[in-house]
């Protein structure tokens, strides 16, 4: 949500720049046209009075008449067609073919005219020359000669005609030569000049590349410094994971030791039992040996103790056939008491073994849950932090869009300030240029026709006509 939040709030300060920008550029331009139109219509000037030095200064750009709302009807449409120059068209048409080359070589499918449409822009831009150039700002080759400067004389409408022609065939005076020595000093100043600016715009570019590609190594490094946190991270709560199993692992060892220690105490007092029950039925055997050897003994010692040991004989048998049925039943009573003790141990340790098998499920899930957690807690951090960088990031981008674009506006307003007060300057000029021009043209009239006066008062007077006859 924060994330689209920043994205709407940076596109709508991006739409409102754009739109200040645009509004402030048609009203610029409005402004120009409405001035442009004002001085088409109201010449200060004759065209007889301006020279071939003034011609620069009198280029005034004309108002368009197809760009107002009335563009949008078929009288719009014919203001187009009329401010179109077609002594100007060739040239139009030539500035225009290395764009649409360029364009046509983005959509074009055929290789070969591809080819050729890139060869005609790059010898249109002259490629071979910038090449160089680039080339040699970074030593890989040599630098190009330097064109030589050539002044061309800006030749006037053909309106102008008359008035160029009498110009020209005037010999040319010092101030003459001075402008046309300030004008290429002034031109060669603006070469210079821009010839500078490209340089910075170059240097800057390539500051700006520099910067991108540090930024870049920063930026992979941080990513990678981040991969390997992450992956410090995963084998940190690998490790964590694997030692809680082997605690598990050995809690269920010791479980299943105590398990065995209680089997083996179970089957050792069985054996006990067991021995115990033996040395009873061996006394028991002595015993019935030393009865038997006693029965005989009385029997030889005498016959008349026959019926006493017999009777003796038959009570020790019915108390043997009570000791042997007790002994019977006491050996089934341990017998069951074991089983029971037995399957009590074996369903005591298979529910402790259950038991501890579920906690150390439960266990584990509980973990793999506060692993899972945390890593979903790290990951919207970083989602966060990520977006909040970004959205730092765009918005220094947007101010500083903006603030390239306001100085630009006003680098741009204030050259043409400047144009219009040289402009200005260069009318005020020739309108007083003009006005002395024509005060020097009325005292040469004056002149002339106080000497057509002088002459005709000194010509002697005709005679006078004969009489009529």
Known sequence: TSRVTLRCTALKLLHSITMDGIERKKQESKLRREASRKSALEPTSSPAADGADDAPAKRIRKSRKGSGPESRTF????????????????????????????????????????????????????????????????????????????????????????????????????????????????????????????????????????????????????????????????RAQIEALAKVAAEDDAKERAISEAAEAKVQAVIQAKVAARAALEAEAKAKADAEAAVKAAEAAVVREAALAAAEAKAEAKAIARAEAEAKAEAEAEAKAVAKAKAVEKARLVAEAEAEAKAAAEAKAAEEKRLFAIALAEREAKAKIEREEKARVKAEAEAARLVAMAEAKAQAIADAKAAEEARLVAVAKAEAEAEARAAEEARLAAEAAKAEEVKAEAVKAEKPAPPPPPPPP
């Open 75 to 234: 009288g719009g449409l014919s203001g187009v067609l009329e401010d179109i120059n077609v002594a100007a068209l060739p040239a139009q048409l030539w500035a225009a073919s290395g764009p649409s080359a360029a364009l046509l070589v983005l959509v074009m499918q055929n290789l070969l005219l591809r080819l050729l449409l890139f060869a005609f822009v790059c010898w249109r831009y002259d490629g071979v020359t910038k090449a160089q150039w680039f080339g040699s700002k970074y030593g890989l080759c040599a630098a190009p000669p330097e064109p030589e400067v050539v002044v061309v004389e800006v030749v006037a409408s053909e309106a102008d005609g008359s008035a160029l022609t009498t110009a020209a065939a005037a010999e040319p005076t010092a101030e003459d030569a001075a402008a046309v020595a300030a004008e290429a000093a002034e031109k060669a100043v603006k070469r210079r000049e821009v010839k500078a600016r490209a340089e910075q715009a170059a240097r800057a570019k390539a500051e700006a590349k520099a910067i991108a590609e540090v930024e870049a190594k920063a930026k992979a490094g941080v990513e990678a410094q981040r991969k390997a946190e992450e992956k410090a991270a995963e």
